[in-house]
């Protein structure tokens, strides 16, 4: 059964860097899926920040295009996260996921973890 | 791209029948698949149907989608409600650039 788990710190200091990883378990990261993030601010709405490939094919959400890093180690099994130049209102509960090449569904997630953008 | 508008929140006795709309602003919404997902407090999203009308295994039958072409939505229907169903509902779907989108959600009070 696969599983997600997302790691990384809980409190990141405006300005400076998000860095998030995703250890995937029961399943091989190379078997034909999309990686990927969304995140969710308290009391608000899921947003998707982007996909990876196992080939390192990446696909951003255009508004976050510009501060965001995905990367995938296969040799791992996990994937990675970086958003740059953080803001309070990147506050939020971060999700790993998997989703579908074709159709796009999101059929596993991991269970969350909440990153304080404070000093 | 496009956005996916959804009611901001639905109510509905036990029981009863309720669907919740899911707007695609531009584009066919027949062009790319539509999920449906559940999210309680503190909770991860769970599906309870994707590509438009399949449920997956374990979904309770009181769950349907569908497509309409005409109004350019996609509707998730939930019968004989329960308060286990209490809830917040999101629609998603992607792009021809396989950039993911969702709706903003909707909760559902079972009052």
């Known amino acids: 059964q696969v599983q997600l788990q997302e790691s990384g710190p809980g409190l990141v200091k405006p300005s400076e860097t998000l860095s998030l990883t995703c250890v995937v378990s029961g399943f091989s990261i190379r078997s034909g899926y999309y990686w990927g993030w969304a995140r969710q601010p308290p009391g608000k709405g899921l947003e998707w920040i982007g996909s990876i490939y196992q080939s390192g094919s990446t696909y951003y959400n255009p508004t976050l295009k510009s501060r965001i890093i995905m990367s995938v180690d296969t040799s791992k099994n996990h994937f990675s996260l970086r958003l740059n130049s953080v803001t309070a209102a990147d506050t939020a509960v971060y999700y790993c996921a998997r989703r579908a090449v074709v159709g796009a569904h999101i059929n596993t997630w991991g269970q969350g973890t909440l990153v304080t953008v404070s000093s | 791209n496009f956005m996916l508008t959804q009611p901001h929140s639905v109510s509905e006795s036990p029981g009863k029948t309720v669907t919740i709309s899911c707007n695609r602003s531009?584009?066919?919404?027949?062009?790319?698949?539509v999920q449906w997902y559940q999210q309680r407090p503190g909770s991860p999203p769970t599906t309870v149907i994707y590509e438009d009308t399949q449920r997956p295994s374990g979904v309770s039958d009181r769950f349907s989608g569908s497509i309409d072409r005409s109004s350019n939505s996609a509707s998730l229907t939930i019968s004989g409600l329960k308060t286990e169903d209490e809830a917040d509902y999101y629609c998603q779907s992607d792009d021809d650039n396989s950039h993911v989108v969702f709706g903003g959600g909707t909760k559902l009070t079972v009052l």
């Open positions: 531009s584009g066919y919404i027949a062009r790319n698949y």
